[in-house]
């Protein structure tokens, strides 16, 4: 399911604010799941639906295959930042990158 909070652009600005709520970035230093608060945030969505979207949108970041012999962590930050935003171009640029902090954060 997909909602647009914000017609003619396409950005789903409850998804993407879900992902960056997911994460507590702004809230944490490093990130840190918190469901609750994305649960608590869903509105348009229905709350297992935006949750599970959201942790869809982890797996899938996760599984952007990283050729760490070349990629340094900056570079897979690019790298991921580039593939989830051409995959999910509803998401908002803050939304994207904080999938690749996580993204970078794991591998650090």
Same mark, same amino acid.
């Given at each position: 399911?997909t909602?647009?909070?914000n017609p @003619?652009? @396409?950005v789903?600005?409850e =998804?993407?604010?879900? *992902? #960056?709520t997911?994460?507590?970035?702004?809230?944490?230093s490093?990130?840190?799941h +918190? /469901?609750? &608060? *994305?649960v608590?945030? &869903?509105a348009?969505?229905?709350a297992?639906? =935006?949750?599970?979207? #959201?942790?869809a949108l982890?797996?899938? *970041?996760?599984? #952007? /295959?990283i +050729?760490?012999?070349?990629?340094?962590?900056a @570079?897979a930050?690019?790298q991921?930042?580039?593939v989830?935003a051409e995959r999910h171009?509803? =998401?908002?640029p803050h939304? *994207?990158?904080? =999938?690749?902090? &996580?993204?970078?954060?794991?591998?650090?």
């Amino acid at each position: 399911m997909t909602t647009t909070d914000n017609p @003619g652009t @396409g950005v789903d600005e409850e =998804l993407s604010a879900a *992902v #960056v709520t997911y994460f507590s970035r702004g809230r944490s230093s490093f990130p840190k799941h +918190d /469901p609750e &608060a *994305v649960v608590a945030l &869903a509105a348009a969505w229905p709350a297992d639906a =935006l949750l599970a979207a #959201v942790r869809a949108l982890e797996a899938e *970041v996760n599984a #952007v /295959p990283i +050729d760490w012999s070349t990629t340094d962590l900056a @570079g897979a930050w690019h790298q991921t930042s580039a593939v989830m935003a051409e995959r999910h171009p509803e =998401l908002t640029p803050h939304a *994207v990158e904080t =999938l690749s902090w &996580a993204f970078t954060y794991a591998w650090r």
